[in-house]
Protein backbone atom coordinates (compact mmCIF):
# COMPACT_ATOMS: atom_id res chain seq x y z
CA UNK A 1 0.00 0.00 0.00
CA UNK A 2 1.33 3.44 -0.98
CA UNK A 3 1.24 6.20 1.69
CA UNK A 4 1.94 9.27 -0.90
CA UNK A 5 -1.10 11.75 -1.13
CA UNK A 6 -1.60 14.04 -4.09
CA UNK A 7 -3.97 16.43 -2.26
CA UNK A 8 -7.08 14.95 -3.18
CA UNK A 9 -7.88 12.41 -0.52
CA UNK A 10 -10.16 13.09 1.94
CA UNK A 11 -10.54 11.50 5.07
CA UNK A 12 -13.32 8.91 5.67
CA UNK A 13 -17.01 10.70 6.92
CA UNK A 14 -20.01 8.88 7.46
CA UNK A 15 -22.28 11.65 9.06
CA UNK A 16 -24.57 13.52 6.93
CA UNK A 17 -27.43 12.43 8.82
CA UNK A 18 -26.01 13.92 12.02
CA UNK A 19 -27.42 16.82 12.53
CA UNK A 20 -24.64 19.77 12.56
CA UNK A 21 -24.63 21.82 16.24
CA UNK A 22 -23.17 25.02 16.43
CA UNK A 23 -20.19 25.79 19.11
CA UNK A 24 -21.50 28.03 22.29
CA UNK A 25 -19.92 30.49 24.51
CA UNK A 26 -20.92 34.31 24.79
CA UNK A 27 -18.31 37.16 24.06
CA UNK A 28 -17.90 39.40 27.13
CA UNK A 29 -18.45 42.66 24.61
CA UNK A 30 -18.51 45.41 27.22
CA UNK A 31 -15.22 44.66 27.48
CA UNK A 32 -13.90 44.73 24.03
CA UNK A 33 -13.94 48.97 23.99
CA UNK A 34 -10.99 48.64 27.23
CA UNK A 35 -9.25 45.71 25.06
CA UNK A 36 -8.83 47.23 22.05
CA UNK A 37 -7.46 50.22 23.62
CA UNK A 38 -5.11 48.12 25.74
CA UNK A 39 -3.74 45.93 22.42
CA UNK A 40 -3.20 48.97 20.48
CA UNK A 41 -1.11 50.76 23.42
CA UNK A 42 0.76 47.94 24.16
CA UNK A 43 2.18 46.68 21.00
CA UNK A 44 2.40 50.30 18.83
CA UNK A 45 5.93 50.55 19.44
CA UNK A 46 7.22 47.16 18.08
CA UNK A 47 8.43 48.10 15.17
CA UNK A 48 9.89 44.83 13.75
CA UNK A 49 9.03 43.21 10.29
CA UNK A 50 9.13 44.82 7.25
CA UNK A 51 7.45 46.27 4.28
CA UNK A 52 5.92 44.29 1.36
CA UNK A 53 8.40 45.61 -1.07
CA UNK A 54 8.33 42.63 -3.62
CA UNK A 55 4.62 44.94 -4.71
CA UNK A 56 6.54 48.28 -5.42
CA UNK A 57 3.91 50.29 -4.21
CA UNK A 58 3.22 47.97 -1.09
CA UNK A 59 7.46 49.26 -0.14
CA UNK A 60 6.40 52.57 0.18
CA UNK A 61 3.60 52.71 2.80
CA UNK A 62 3.60 54.49 5.90
CA UNK A 63 4.98 51.57 8.34
CA UNK A 64 3.60 52.90 11.41
CA UNK A 65 -0.43 52.68 11.00
CA UNK A 66 -2.08 50.55 13.40
CA UNK A 67 -5.31 50.01 13.41
CA UNK A 68 -7.26 47.10 15.35
CA UNK A 69 -11.36 46.59 14.90
CA UNK A 70 -13.43 44.48 16.48
CA UNK A 71 -17.54 43.77 15.90
CA UNK A 72 -19.11 41.41 17.30
CA UNK A 73 -22.44 39.28 15.98
CA UNK A 74 -24.89 41.77 17.74
CA UNK A 75 -23.78 44.00 14.71
CA UNK A 76 -21.48 46.55 17.05
CA UNK A 77 -18.26 47.40 15.31
CA UNK A 78 -15.39 48.61 18.03
CA UNK A 79 -11.92 50.84 17.16
CA UNK A 80 -8.76 51.41 18.20
CA UNK A 81 -6.25 53.70 16.31
CA UNK A 82 -6.50 54.53 12.30
CA UNK A 83 -9.64 51.97 11.57
CA UNK A 84 -10.75 53.99 8.43
CA UNK A 85 -7.62 53.93 7.13
CA UNK A 86 -7.54 52.28 3.72
CA UNK A 87 -4.97 49.75 2.47
CA UNK A 88 -5.42 47.13 -0.55
CA UNK A 89 -7.09 43.44 1.15
CA UNK A 90 -4.49 41.93 -0.56
CA UNK A 91 -4.50 37.84 0.35
CA UNK A 92 -7.59 38.63 2.90
CA UNK A 93 -9.66 38.50 -0.14
CA UNK A 94 -8.64 34.16 -0.77
CA UNK A 95 -11.00 33.38 2.31
CA UNK A 96 -14.02 35.81 1.08
CA UNK A 97 -13.74 34.48 -2.80
CA UNK A 98 -13.71 31.06 -1.68
CA UNK A 99 -16.68 31.50 0.53
CA UNK A 100 -18.26 32.60 -2.76
CA UNK A 101 -17.02 29.75 -5.01
CA UNK A 102 -18.04 27.43 -2.09
CA UNK A 103 -21.51 28.68 -1.96
CA UNK A 104 -21.88 28.56 -6.21
CA UNK A 105 -20.35 25.22 -6.73
CA UNK A 106 -20.89 22.82 -3.11
CA UNK A 107 -18.69 21.56 -0.73
CA UNK A 108 -17.25 18.28 -2.86
CA UNK A 109 -16.81 20.15 -6.14
CA UNK A 110 -14.61 22.65 -4.65
CA UNK A 111 -13.25 20.51 -1.86
CA UNK A 112 -12.50 17.81 -4.94
CA UNK A 113 -10.98 20.72 -6.98
CA UNK A 114 -9.35 22.85 -4.68
CA UNK A 115 -8.53 20.82 -1.87
CA UNK A 116 -7.61 21.94 2.00
CA UNK A 117 -4.56 20.48 3.31
CA UNK A 118 -1.57 22.97 4.12
CA UNK A 119 1.81 22.48 1.34
CA UNK A 120 3.94 23.64 4.29
CA UNK A 121 5.77 25.81 1.95
CA UNK A 122 5.44 29.78 1.34
CA UNK A 123 2.65 31.65 -0.58
CA UNK A 124 3.69 31.98 -4.04
CA UNK A 125 5.45 28.35 -3.90
CA UNK A 126 5.76 27.14 -7.38
CA UNK A 127 7.62 23.81 -5.87
CA UNK A 128 4.00 22.90 -3.96
CA UNK A 129 2.33 22.69 -7.28
CA UNK A 130 5.07 20.58 -8.64
CA UNK A 131 5.21 18.05 -5.82
CA UNK A 132 1.13 17.98 -5.69
CA UNK A 133 0.85 16.82 -9.57
CA UNK A 134 -0.56 20.31 -10.27
CA UNK A 135 -2.93 20.09 -7.48
CA UNK A 136 -3.22 23.36 -6.21
CA UNK A 137 -3.85 21.98 -2.49
CA UNK A 138 -5.71 25.24 -0.71
CA UNK A 139 -7.62 28.26 -1.25
CA UNK A 140 -5.06 30.46 0.72
CA UNK A 141 -1.82 29.88 -1.32
CA UNK A 142 -1.67 31.90 -4.60
CA UNK A 143 -1.85 29.16 -6.81
CA UNK A 144 -5.13 27.51 -5.14
CA UNK A 145 -6.42 31.30 -5.02
CA UNK A 146 -5.94 31.56 -8.83
CA UNK A 147 -7.74 28.54 -9.23
CA UNK A 148 -10.39 29.30 -6.90
CA UNK A 149 -11.17 32.89 -8.67
CA UNK A 150 -11.13 30.73 -11.78
CA UNK A 151 -14.30 29.12 -10.68
CA UNK A 152 -16.24 32.35 -9.92
CA UNK A 153 -19.49 32.58 -11.62
CA UNK A 154 -19.27 34.36 -14.74
CA UNK A 155 -18.72 33.86 -18.43
CA UNK A 156 -16.46 36.98 -18.75
CA UNK A 157 -13.54 37.64 -17.12
CA UNK A 158 -15.62 41.31 -16.57
CA UNK A 159 -18.28 39.30 -15.19
CA UNK A 160 -16.63 37.12 -12.90
CA UNK A 161 -14.76 40.24 -11.32
CA UNK A 162 -17.92 42.11 -11.26
CA UNK A 163 -19.09 38.87 -9.00
CA UNK A 164 -16.19 39.34 -6.79
CA UNK A 165 -15.97 43.24 -6.30
CA UNK A 166 -19.79 42.82 -5.09
CA UNK A 167 -19.57 39.19 -3.70
CA UNK A 168 -16.85 41.24 -1.54
CA UNK A 169 -19.12 44.27 -0.93
CA UNK A 170 -21.50 42.46 0.19
CA UNK A 171 -19.23 40.75 2.86
CA UNK A 172 -17.88 44.36 3.57
CA UNK A 173 -21.50 46.06 3.86
CA UNK A 174 -20.48 48.98 1.43
CA UNK A 175 -18.98 48.58 -1.94
CA UNK A 176 -15.66 47.95 -2.23
CA UNK A 177 -13.44 49.57 -4.62
CA UNK A 178 -10.18 48.91 -6.77
CA UNK A 179 -6.70 50.61 -5.44
CA UNK A 180 -5.68 51.66 -9.21
CA UNK A 181 -2.25 52.37 -8.24
CA UNK A 182 -1.92 49.05 -6.50
CA UNK A 183 -3.21 47.21 -9.17
CA UNK A 184 -1.02 48.35 -11.62
CA UNK A 185 2.06 47.97 -9.65
CA UNK A 186 1.41 44.41 -8.81
CA UNK A 187 0.42 43.62 -12.36
CA UNK A 188 3.37 45.15 -13.56
CA UNK A 189 5.34 42.95 -10.53
CA UNK A 190 2.97 39.50 -10.79
CA UNK A 191 5.18 37.27 -12.81
CA UNK A 192 5.43 34.63 -10.27
CA UNK A 193 1.64 34.27 -10.11
CA UNK A 194 1.09 34.66 -14.29
CA UNK A 195 3.75 31.83 -14.13
CA UNK A 196 1.51 29.65 -11.31
CA UNK A 197 -1.34 30.35 -13.57
CA UNK A 198 0.34 28.73 -16.68
CA UNK A 199 1.56 26.13 -14.99
CA UNK A 200 -1.62 24.98 -13.72
CA UNK A 201 -3.02 25.25 -16.53
CA UNK A 202 -0.43 22.71 -18.19
CA UNK A 203 -1.55 20.26 -15.51
CA UNK A 204 -5.62 20.88 -16.43
CA UNK A 205 -6.19 22.25 -13.37
CA UNK A 206 -7.92 25.55 -14.81
CA UNK A 207 -10.23 25.49 -17.65
CA UNK A 208 -10.27 28.61 -18.93
CA UNK A 209 -7.41 31.36 -19.94
CA UNK A 210 -4.80 31.34 -17.15
CA UNK A 211 -3.78 35.53 -17.75
CA UNK A 212 -7.27 36.13 -16.84
CA UNK A 213 -7.81 34.22 -13.75
CA UNK A 214 -4.29 35.91 -12.59
CA UNK A 215 -5.92 39.63 -13.46
CA UNK A 216 -9.46 38.75 -11.82
CA UNK A 217 -6.87 37.76 -8.66
CA UNK A 218 -4.80 40.34 -8.93
CA UNK A 219 -7.73 42.94 -8.88
CA UNK A 220 -9.50 40.92 -6.04
CA UNK A 221 -6.46 41.22 -3.84
CA UNK A 222 -6.39 45.37 -4.70
CA UNK A 223 -9.64 46.18 -3.68
CA UNK A 224 -9.79 48.71 -0.56
CA UNK A 225 -10.94 47.94 2.73
CA UNK A 226 -10.11 49.33 6.25
CA UNK A 227 -9.67 47.44 9.63
CA UNK A 228 -13.20 47.86 10.10
CA UNK A 229 -14.24 46.59 6.97
CA UNK A 230 -12.13 43.18 7.94
CA UNK A 231 -14.06 43.11 11.26
CA UNK A 232 -17.71 42.86 9.55
CA UNK A 233 -16.36 40.99 6.69
CA UNK A 234 -15.07 38.16 9.35
CA UNK A 235 -17.97 38.72 11.40
CA UNK A 236 -20.34 37.38 8.70
CA UNK A 237 -18.52 34.33 8.73
CA UNK A 238 -18.88 34.56 12.09
CA UNK A 239 -22.45 34.90 11.89
CA UNK A 240 -23.36 31.85 9.58
CA UNK A 241 -23.53 33.83 6.71
CA UNK A 242 -25.38 37.27 7.99
CA UNK A 243 -23.64 40.42 7.38
CA UNK A 244 -24.16 41.65 11.16
CA UNK A 245 -24.43 45.27 10.29
CA UNK A 246 -26.48 45.13 7.20
CA UNK A 247 -28.88 42.13 8.22
CA UNK A 248 -28.01 40.28 4.71
CA UNK A 249 -27.38 36.71 4.06
CA UNK A 250 -24.31 36.75 2.18
CA UNK A 251 -23.68 32.78 1.96
CA UNK A 252 -24.76 29.82 4.33
CA UNK A 253 -24.19 28.88 7.07
CA UNK A 254 -22.53 25.55 6.24
CA UNK A 255 -20.08 27.76 4.08
CA UNK A 256 -18.97 30.13 6.77
CA UNK A 257 -18.19 26.54 8.49
CA UNK A 258 -16.32 24.90 5.35
CA UNK A 259 -14.46 28.79 4.65
CA UNK A 260 -12.90 29.08 8.22
CA UNK A 261 -11.67 25.54 8.36
CA UNK A 262 -9.90 26.05 5.52
CA UNK A 263 -8.60 29.24 6.86
CA UNK A 264 -7.44 27.93 10.10
CA UNK A 265 -5.29 25.31 8.23
CA UNK A 266 -3.78 27.73 6.06
CA UNK A 267 -4.48 31.18 6.43
CA UNK A 268 -1.40 32.02 8.11
CA UNK A 269 0.28 30.02 5.12
CA UNK A 270 3.50 27.75 6.87
CA UNK A 271 2.94 29.06 10.19
CA UNK A 272 -0.97 28.26 10.44
CA UNK A 273 -0.12 25.35 12.76
CA UNK A 274 2.24 27.70 15.29
CA UNK A 275 -1.07 30.24 15.13
CA UNK A 276 -3.46 27.95 15.96
CA UNK A 277 -1.18 26.76 19.26
CA UNK A 278 -0.30 30.03 19.98
CA UNK A 279 -3.58 32.08 18.81
CA UNK A 280 -6.22 29.28 18.81
CA UNK A 281 -8.67 31.05 15.94
CA UNK A 282 -8.87 30.98 12.11
CA UNK A 283 -7.24 33.99 10.95
CA UNK A 284 -6.14 34.99 7.27
CA UNK A 285 -3.20 37.52 6.60
CA UNK A 286 -1.95 39.84 3.64
CA UNK A 287 1.06 41.60 2.31
CA UNK A 288 -0.18 45.02 2.82
CA UNK A 289 -0.48 44.53 6.73
CA UNK A 290 -3.91 43.21 7.23
CA UNK A 291 -5.29 40.07 9.02
CA UNK A 292 -9.07 39.16 10.35
CA UNK A 293 -9.54 36.79 12.72
CA UNK A 294 -13.05 34.91 13.37
CA UNK A 295 -14.47 33.25 16.51
CA UNK A 296 -17.46 31.62 15.13
CA UNK A 297 -20.80 32.40 16.84
CA UNK A 298 -18.49 35.39 18.66
CA UNK A 299 -17.14 38.06 16.16
CA UNK A 300 -13.96 38.81 14.58
CA UNK A 301 -11.24 41.28 14.53
CA UNK A 302 -9.78 43.03 11.78
CA UNK A 303 -6.14 44.22 12.43
CA UNK A 304 -3.95 46.68 10.14
CA UNK A 305 -0.18 47.13 10.56
CA UNK A 306 2.17 46.87 7.56
CA UNK A 307 5.63 45.68 9.35
CA UNK A 308 5.66 41.92 8.55
CA UNK A 309 7.53 38.40 9.44
CA UNK A 310 8.86 36.55 7.34
CA UNK A 311 5.74 34.52 6.18
CA UNK A 312 4.56 37.90 5.64
CA UNK A 313 2.27 38.07 8.23
CA UNK A 314 1.50 41.77 10.13
CA UNK A 315 3.84 41.63 13.43
CA UNK A 316 2.16 43.69 15.64
CA UNK A 317 -1.37 42.41 13.77
CA UNK A 318 -0.28 38.89 14.90
CA UNK A 319 -0.02 40.22 18.48
CA UNK A 320 -3.22 42.34 18.72
CA UNK A 321 -5.13 39.32 17.83
CA UNK A 322 -2.81 36.89 20.06
CA UNK A 323 -3.86 39.71 23.13
CA UNK A 324 -7.22 39.81 22.19
CA UNK A 325 -8.07 36.10 21.58
CA UNK A 326 -6.46 35.39 25.38
CA UNK A 327 -8.39 38.49 26.79
CA UNK A 328 -11.81 37.40 25.30
CA UNK A 329 -11.37 33.73 25.61
CA UNK A 330 -11.65 33.65 21.76
CA UNK A 331 -9.24 30.34 21.26
CA UNK A 332 -11.43 27.30 19.83
CA UNK A 333 -9.09 25.04 22.37
CA UNK A 334 -9.50 26.24 25.73
CA UNK A 335 -11.68 24.78 28.42
CA UNK A 336 -12.32 25.21 32.04
CA UNK A 337 -13.29 21.57 33.92
CA UNK A 338 -17.19 22.09 34.23
CA UNK A 339 -18.13 23.74 37.26
CA UNK A 340 -21.28 21.70 37.95
CA UNK A 341 -19.16 18.32 38.63
O1 LIG B 1 -0.31 37.48 -5.01
C1 LIG B 1 0.34 38.12 -4.20
O2 LIG B 1 1.53 37.90 -4.01
C2 LIG B 1 -0.37 39.21 -3.41
N1 LIG B 1 -1.38 39.84 -4.21
C3 LIG B 1 -1.03 38.65 -2.20
C4 LIG B 1 -0.10 37.86 -1.31
C5 LIG B 1 -0.45 37.97 0.11
O3 LIG B 1 -1.16 38.85 0.55
C6 LIG B 1 0.23 37.01 1.02
N2 LIG B 1 -0.13 37.30 2.39
N3 LIG B 1 0.31 37.32 3.41
Not at 218 to 233: E, F, G, I, R, W
Amino acid sequence: MSFTSDGNESIPTDFDDVVQQVSTGTLAHQRIDELLLEAHERYADVDEGLLAHYIPILGQVEPDTFAISMSHVGGTVHGAGDCHHQFSIQSISKMFVYALVLQEHGHEAVHEKIGVNNTGMPFNSVMAVELNNGHPMNPMVNAGAIATTEMIAGKSAAKKWENVREGLSAFAGRPLTLDDEVYESESEANERNKALGRLLKSYGRLDGDPNNAVDTYTKQCSLNVTAHDLAVMGATLADGGINPVTGQQVVSADVCRDTLAAVATNGLYERSGDWLFEIGIPAKSGVSGGIVAVAPGKGAIGAFSPRLDMAGNSVRGQLAIGHLSRALGLNLFASAPDSGR
